[in-house]
């Protein structure tokens, strides 16, 4: 749901709901290593977030049913070796974007959660419509 001041800025704007989906974990060491949720379930993971609203991250690995200790960065951090030298051995996750800033220094406890967008109501109609005659949708 929107907040009371993003509701009243969309105004009659047409909004559909959003959701990021990712089901399966990819080692930032070998992007060949795949790992589902379940696989952390025995101990807490360590997830990592540079991204405007990192409890959404934490939020979804939680929902996923993992244990999570959240370090949150600022967006758009610019990672170093040493900010993720905390933990040795344990299992960090991070966003798909840090991930890539990450992958240099990328070691075997490191993984990636990828995540797609999945928007629901009446988008995909709304989206096409505009697509095909250009015209307004609200």
């Not at 244990?67 to 344990?90: K, M, Q, S």
């Not at 992958?103 to 995540?115: C, K, R, Y």
């Amino acid at each position: 749901p929107l907040g009371a001041t993003v509701a009243k800025a969309a105004g009659t704007v047409p909004v559909a709901p959003m959701e990021l989906a990712g089901e399966e974990m990819v080692s930032l060491a070998d992007p060949a290593r795949r790992a589902r949720p379940g696989d952390f379930a025995h101990r807490p993971v360590h997830a990592v977030a540079g991204i405007g609203r990192p409890e959404r991250f934490f939020r979804q690995l939680e929902n996923l049913g993992l244990r999570v200790i959240p370090h949150p960065f600022p967006d758009h951090h610019p990672y170093t070796r040493a900010d993720l030298a905390f933990a040795p051995g344990e299992p960090k996750i991070l966003t798909a974007k840090d991930g890539v800033k990450c992958a240099a220094f990328a070691t075997p406890e490191m993984w990636v959660l990828p995540v797609r967008a999945r928007i629901g109501g009446d988008a995909e109609r709304l989206i096409l419509e505009k697509l095909r005659h250009g015209s307004p949708t609200a």
